[in-house]
């Protein structure tokens, strides 16, 4: 039997009453998902699928994602984790690299019986995408990347290695058995299923349900069920200090923890300020589950992600050509690490294949030591050459943080019409009226090299941000404006 079902047969049989989800209207047991379990395994049995061949899980956060991905496993069927939320371009991405596979639907959040568990066959817009993927040996799950810094592609991991994720991750954030977890973050998600999903199956932790849509639902949720952990994303953190009034928070919540992109120091610092408590950040990724954690609440005031979880190795491989002291790129080994992208052997992939497997895992992400603590500084992929010097966008991108007013920033290669090289250009969200161009280029002066200031600025009101909440990247580089301030 599958190690994850295994776990949770044995919670059902000890603590069957339990609470396992909870909302201000609804709560369901242990035992409860354990029963939409066996409703949705006989739908995966009417559909007469083949044992072993991947199926795509769509369902939305609650304990119906928790029975669907219990009913797979215990089918000997591959979750294939779908984003219930993403738009028709990404679930077409899905299928053009997952192929056309069969979906186990679930229908609302709250199911109550068989009808709301169905097996869809692919259309006719599917069954012309690749064939189903081959997927290797002991596949438990496929997690779906997010595609923000290219192709989204899939990460097959096993149960053993999902379970030593949680392991690591509980044994670095002393969250419990006597936690509440908000769930405020997508359950399909790598970080939602690491940090949500895997406790509440294995451990029972208890998820908290938002009731209601909007910024403000998940400390309504929190409020009223006593959570005590929120996993939020640094776009959360960033609206609430923005705030004209701040707002309490519950008495109940003692851990905030964000992940899923960088959280700005400026940002973690107001937190603070206004509420008088730390904001924990996390840094994982989607092809090993969890990196580093900041353990003392106040690795994001500084600019780090904290130490490394436990029992988890991180290196840094040199990379020639960058200009940034001792840093390279993360070399994670972990028994949480995935066991291939898929599809596997491809041409194209080679790279990819190269960087993932084997217990092991080596980023595109460049990072430096701060002590014990790791400090990232971009991605590889993301350097600008400016006349063969390189340029790292984080490196511009923390001095323009630091701007009083400045709530994001993305630091990109851009070239003006009838340019052949690139130069660095800044696209910088604030308030309307609060920045100006030349107060941007005032800051990088004396700051950082000529080659590395922005040689045009943008002024937005808001960052494009990806459906999984982290900016969007390739869409701020395509922004244009009328008027861009230029250095001089």
């Not at 991108?397 to 630091?411: A, P, S």
Request: aromatic share 4%.
């Amino acid at each position: 039997m599958d190690h994850l079902v295994t776990v949770f047969e044995q919670l059902r049989a000890r603590r069957p009453a339990d609470p396992i989800v909870i909302s201000a209207r609804a709560r369901m047991t242990v035992d409860d998902v354990g029963a939409l379990a066996g409703m949705a395994e006989s739908a995966l049995m009417r559909s007469r699928g083949v044992p072993g061949a991947p199926i795509g899980l769509l369902a939305p956060n609650g304990p119906g994602f928790l029975a669907g991905l219990i009913a797979l496993r215990r089918a000997g069927f591959p979750a294939v984790l779908l984003d219930p939320l993403a738009t028709a371009q990404e679930t077409r991405g899905a299928f053009s690299t997952m192929g056309p596979l069969p979906i186990l639907a679930v229908g609302g959040a709250w199911p109550r019986g068989p009808a709301d568990f169905r097996v869809t066959l692919p259309g006719p817009a599917e069954a012309t995408a690749a064939p189903v993927v081959d997927l290797p040996a002991g596949t438990a799950v496929v997690k779906m990347t997010s595609g923000s810094t290219g192709e989204a592609r899939g990460v097959a991991v096993t149960s053993e290695a999902l379970l030593a994720d949680d392991a690591a991750l509980r044994a670095s954030t002393g969250i419990g058995h006597q936690d509440r977890l908000v769930a405020a973050i997508p359950f399909s998600h790598s970080y939602g299923l690491s940090s949500l999903v895997l406790p509440a199956l294995a451990h029972g932790v208890p998820l908290v349900m938002p009731v209601e849509a909007g910024p403000f639902a998940p400390m309504l949720a929190a409020q009223s069920c006593a959570g005590t952990v929120l996993h939020t994303v640094p776009a959360w953190i960033a609206a609430l200090v923005n705030l004209a009034e701040t707002l309490p928070l519950p008495v109940s919540l003692r851990l905030t923890i964000s992940a899923g992109g960088p959280l700005m120091p400026q940002t973690a610092r107001e937190f603070r300020r206004r509420y008088g408590r730390a904001v924990h950040v996390f840094y994982g990724a989607t092809e090993c589950g969890g990196i580093a954690y900041d353990r003392g609440g106040d690795a994001g005031e500084r600019g780090t992600v904290g130490e490394p979880i436990e029992g988890v190795r991180v290196t840094l491989r040199p990379v020639q050509g960058i200009d940034a002291g001792e840093a390279g790129c993360v070399v994670v080994e972990s028994p949480a690490a995935g066991l291939s992208y898929v599809p596997r052997g491809s041409a194209e992939r080679a790279d990819l294949e190269d960087s993932l497997g084997g217990g092991r895992f080596v980023s595109h992400d460049l990072a430096s030591r701060d002590g014990a603590e790791l400090r990232l500084l971009g991605r590889l992929d993301d350097v600008i050459n400016v006349h063969g010097r390189k340029v790292r966008p984080a490196e511009v991108e923390q001095i323009i943080g630091e701007i009083e007013g400045v709530e994001g920033v993305v630091v990109h290669a851009f070239r003006a019409d009838g340019e052949r090289d690139p130069s660095v250009r800044a696209v910088v969200a604030c308030a309307p009226g609060a920045l100006t161009g030349p107060d941007v280029l005032d800051r990088c002066r004396g700051r950082l090299s000529d080659f590395k200031i922005p040689r045009t600025v943008l002024l937005v009101a808001d960052l494009p941000r990806t459906g999984r909440g982290k900016i969007d990247r390739a869409a701020a580089a395509a922004l244009k404006s009328m008027r861009s301030p230029a250095h001089g």
